[in-house]
């Protein structure tokens, strides 16, 4: 089943999600796995894919940052140095970290999309427990 997206000749094919409800916790301070990830086989090459990410970051360290981007496969498709979510905190910090990107994976392959974080220093710990965080995968027919 497909959805056509009004007024866009774009159509929505398909649609994955995977919910995790376990914490990763890092002190490292360049972009690790936290093992939360999805994966989709897009069916053209064409096809864009709509990636959003539910979870929870908290902070133990003060005047450090902690950041969250999303991986294709080995590719950040964030910013190299600040990823997608980025919080500078002043003292011990819990947020929210949702995340979105509009991919184009060019590939009719099983392609996998996995969260990765980091922190400027103490300890950053990804989906506060008991959260539960998500990783949705959308993928809209190409133009």
Known sequence: MSVSLYGSGQTVLQVVSSTYTSSFG???????STGYSASITPQSTTSKILVLVT???VSTASSQTMTGTIYRGSTNLGDSTRGLVEYYVSGTLQ?????????????????????????????????????????I????SGS
């Open 55 to 57: 979870g929870g970051m």
């Open 26 to 32: 890092t002190s490292s301070t360049s972009f690790v």
């Open 137 to 140: 995968l959308i993928e809209i």
């Open 95 to 135: 947020a929210p970290a949702n995340m979105g990107i509009v991919d184009s994976p060019s590939t009719t392959s099983s392609t996998t999309y996995t969260i990765y974080a980091k922190t400027g220093g103490g300890t950053a710990t990804w989906n506060i427990d008991p959260c539960v965080g998500s990783i």
